[in-house]
């Protein structure tokens, strides 16, 4: 017969023998990886929200299915502009529960909070160049963006070289010592070039200086949305505004409008053909040769590449709305884009989201596919620079110097506090309504009044639906 002590040392063995393998069967594991056998029976239901790389994500989820046998990962692609209606209804879905989805920084994450996980020991949180980049709720990280973008005024080199060369040009050939961007550094001479252009189209065979500024939902939000950034950049930097304000005042609002004026008078398309343009309209515009200037970001070189323009024929430049100081401005630089892990999903499906995420960011091929196949900006440890021209473009002008001392100041991602969707389809709703108002001139009385009427929409309407967002009377 066995001792008591001799039964006791057993008994201990087995309890922490039994210990071990709940803790690890419970994930407590703090490595990510593809020996870590934790994931086993769970899935991967990824909530995409970029509608452009649908069949890129497609791919990518094939890829980790063959190169992991027996996982599942499943992606889905909501429409543009369905995004939230179809993840409300996902998330109700015991059988289809998303386990990795998009929200649009902090109002997003107000919307959510009820089903994002702490992603302290997430490879997305882990893999972070900068950790301050990710959202968190009382320390803890809840929502990590997955790509940083820019966007400003994307241009045609080999269009702006054409028109420097002409004669009484209003800039100088590049090989004259300046570049487009160290001579275009205001609105003022960013107008002064515009207005030429449009004057001497037909000498430059194109439609004119700026492509069509289209208000269907597939370019409107170009508008409503990034170009209103910058009037709410300078007034929230001007009082020291952070995160979101209950309400603000005009300040920049006629800003708003010079270089809005500018961009459909000195266009490929008359304002009242407006309403019918669309994003994909823009895009060829510009990538066939017909427009010198199109708003839009780095995400937009897919389209671009695809209609046909050249990498080394497109750059950018900041948007200037006449602000002070603005020639010491760089590019808006941000990222709506934060990837959260559902908190509300079984352990077994976070764990193999979580195993997704580190093949995703530490492998050769997810790592490819994030910074060039998608063509992201990421803002992850150890990953290739991007092939994406506009990236390099955006990234360079970031790094250049004011006066050959101070490093230029990117233009902040404020528009992430706009108070609704609402309030961004009244700006824009009431931008079109300006635009066909200024066929009789900019200064005409029709206009005036329409421009009154979105001033209002966006300053009292701030307020409106920021006390609708927060239940307030």
Same mark, same amino acid.
């Given at each position: 017969m066995m001792s008591r002590s001799v039964k006791s040392i057993i008994a201990l063995v087995v309890c922490a023998v039994l210990a071990a393998c709940a803790f690890t069967a419970f994930g407590f594991s703090k490595s990510f990886g593809a020996n870590t056998d934790r994931s086993a029976g769970g899935k991967v239901i990824f909530f995409n929200f970029k509608p452009e790389g649908k069949d890129i994500w497609v791919e990518v989820a094939n890829e980790y299915k063959r190169t992991h046998p027996g996982a599942y990962i499943d992606v889905k692609t909501p429409q543009s502009g369905d995004y939230e209606d179809e993840l409300r209804a996902a998330v109700k879905n015991p059988d289809a529960m998303p386990t990795l989805f998009q929200i649009n920084g902090p109002v997003g994450y107000a919307n959510w909070k009820d089903y994002t996980a702490d992603l302290s020991n997430s490879p997305l949180y882990k893999q972070l160049s900068n950790p301050n980049l990710a959202i968190k709720d009382n320390n803890k990280p809840v929502?990590?963006?997955?790509?940083?973008?820019?966007?400003? /005024?994307?241009?045609?080199? @080999? /269009?702006? @070289?054409?028109? #420097? =060369?002409?004669?009484?040009?209003? /800039? #100088?050939?590049?090989? =004259?010592?300046?570049?487009f961007e160290d001579q275009i550094t205001s609105f003022k001479k960013l107008k002064e070039v515009a207005d030429d252009?449009?004057?001497?189209?037909?000498? /430059?065979?194109?439609?004119?200086? +700026? #492509?069509?500024?289209? +208000?269907?939902?597939?370019? =409107?939000?170009? +508008?409503?949305t990034h170009l209103a950034n910058m009037p709410l950049y300078y007034q929230f930097k001007d009082y020291g505004v952070e995160g979101q304000p209950q309400s603000i005042n005009g300040k920049y609002v006629d800003n708003f409008r010079k270089i809005f004026d500018l961009y459909i008078s000195d266009s490929t398309t008359p304002v009242n053909q407006l309403s019918t343009k669309t994003g994909e309209d823009a895009v060829y515009e510009f990538a066939l040769g017909k427009a010198v200037f199109y708003q839009n970001g780095t995400w937009a070189w897919g389209d671009l590449a695809n209609a046909g323009i050249k990498s080394d024929d497109v750059g950018m430049l900041p948007i200037y709305i006449? #602000?002070?100081?603005?020639?010491?401005?760089?590019?808006?630089?941000?990222?709506?884009n934060y990837w959260c892990i559902n908190k509300k999903a079984s352990k077994e499906d976070q764990q193999a989201t979580n195993d997704f995420l580190y093949w995703l960011l530490t492998s050769d091929y997810g790592k490819k596919a994030l910074a060039n196949t998608l063509g992201f900006a990421t803002p992850f440890e150890n990953f290739p620079d991007a092939e994406n021209p506009l990236v390099n473009a955006a990234t360079k002008y970031n790094a250049r110097k004011y006066n050959g001392k101070d490093k230029v100041e990117p233009v902040k991602w404020v528009f992430i506090t706009m108070p609704s969707n609402g309030w961004k389809d009244d700006v824009g709703s009431d931008l079109l309504t300006y635009a066909q108002a200024t066929k009789d001139g900019m200064t005409s009385i029709g206009a005036e009044k329409a421009w009154a009427t979105l001033k209002t929409a966006f300053v009292d309407g701030w307020a409106k639906e920021y006390k609708i967002a927060h239940g307030r009377s």
């Open positions: 929502a990590v963006p997955y790509v940083t973008e820019n966007y400003g /005024l994307i241009y045609n080199k @080999a /269009l702006l @070289a054409r028109y #420097a =060369d002409l004669h009484n040009s209003k /800039l #100088a050939p590049e090989e =004259d010592g300046k570049s252009i449009q004057q001497r189209k037909d000498e /430059l065979g194109i439609d004119g200086a +700026f #492509a069509s500024a289209g +208000f269907d939902s597939s370019s =409107d939000w170009r +508008f409503k006449g #602000a002070n100081g603005e020639e010491k401005q760089g590019m808006a630089t941000g990222s709506e």
